[in-house]
């Protein structure tokens, strides 16, 4: 998380991780929110409070183990090194993720890594970008479909 985190999600952490200051909680969540869209006050409201809703399901001793758990990588490498196929999708205006630093790292692991990135993407490409995240997600789907 270190790594690929972006300083500003890495400053988030311990108002997502503190059981103590229910307002930090609660004003870090609705920061959260906000930073996964390039312009938020354009995101209807419902939809942002939808997507508010789900992450108060978890509480901060969950969000601090989905985010800092230890997992053996042994068998996601292996599968890495024998073909797995990976599409990275990443946006040049992402404020959670360094796409950049993520596809540095998984380069030399996969043999079949592709790498789509989206000018102006947020981390919620899919939203704000959704024509271009489609064409890449379905070109890669598409490309390892007919892979005999």
């Known amino acids: 998380m270190e790594d690929v985190g972006t300083p500003f999600i890495i400053g988030l952490l311990p108002g997502l991780f503190t059981t103590t200051d229910v307002a930090l909680f609660i004003n870090t969540k609705h920061e959260f929110i906000a930073s996964l869209f390039n312009e938020p006050d354009n995101v209807p409201v419902d939809m942002k409070w939808s997507w508010l809703g789900s992450t108060m399901m978890q509480n901060p001793d969950v969000c601090k183990a989905v985010l800092t758990r230890v997992q053996d990588p042994q068998k996601f490498l292996e599968a890495a090194a024998d073909g797995l196929?990976?599409?990275?999708?990443?946006?040049?205006?992402?404020?959670?993720?360094?796409?950049?630093?993520?596809?540095?790292?998984?380069?030399?692991?996969?043999?079949?890594?592709?790498?789509?990135?989206?000018?102006?993407?947020?981390?919620?490409?899919?939203?704000?970008?959704?024509?271009?995240?489609?064409?890449?997600?379905?070109?890669?789907?598409?490309?390892?479909?007919?892979?005999?």
């Open 85 to 148: 196929p990976l599409l990275v999708v990443n946006g040049t205006r992402d404020t959670h993720s360094k796409g950049e630093v993520l596809v540095k790292k998984l380069e030399p692991l996969f043999k079949d890594l592709e790498v789509c990135t989206i000018q102006g993407g947020s981390h919620s490409m899919f939203y704000d970008n959704k024509v271009e995240f489609i064409q890449a997600v379905t070109s890669f789907a598409n490309r390892v479909a007919r892979k005999p």
